[in-house]
């Protein structure tokens, strides 16, 4: 079983920046995946960003070029968010999947509002 340690989010005006971070307390053997969901009242959880083992970035089309995810070591990631806006309002979960688990932190509150 894999748990994780989140931290940052908060309350932020449009155009400003949060930093996200999450630590696991485990690594599984062999590659896996690490990354950001979030999931906004009535909507579903969908992907915000991903990075692999090998450092190897995916990102949902709605972030790109204003967010960026960083693997700071085997057992930590962290998101930057720039430029946010209202839509990015969420609860931003962190994950870690390894082959078809998915293992879900506890989530953050990312909330954008003047």
């Known amino acids: 079983q894999v748990t994780f340690v989140q931290s940052g989010g908060g309350l932020v005006q449009p155009g400003g920046s949060l930093r996200l971070s999450c630590r696991a307390s485990?690594?599984?053997?062999?590659?896996?995946?690490m990354g950001w969901y979030r999931q906004a009242p009535g909507q579903q959880r969908e992907l915000v960003a991903t990075v692999t083992t090998s450092r190897q970035t995916n990102y949902a089309d709605s972030v790109k070029g204003r967010f960026i995810i960083s693997r700071d070591n085997s057992l930590s990631v962290t998101l930057l968010m720039n430029n946010l806006q209202p839509n990015d309002t969420a609860l931003y979960y962190c994950n870690m999947q390894v082959g078809s688990r998915n293992f879900w932190g506890q989530g953050t509150q990312v909330t954008v509002s003047s």
């Open positions: 485990t690594i599984p053997n062999g590659d896996f995946e």
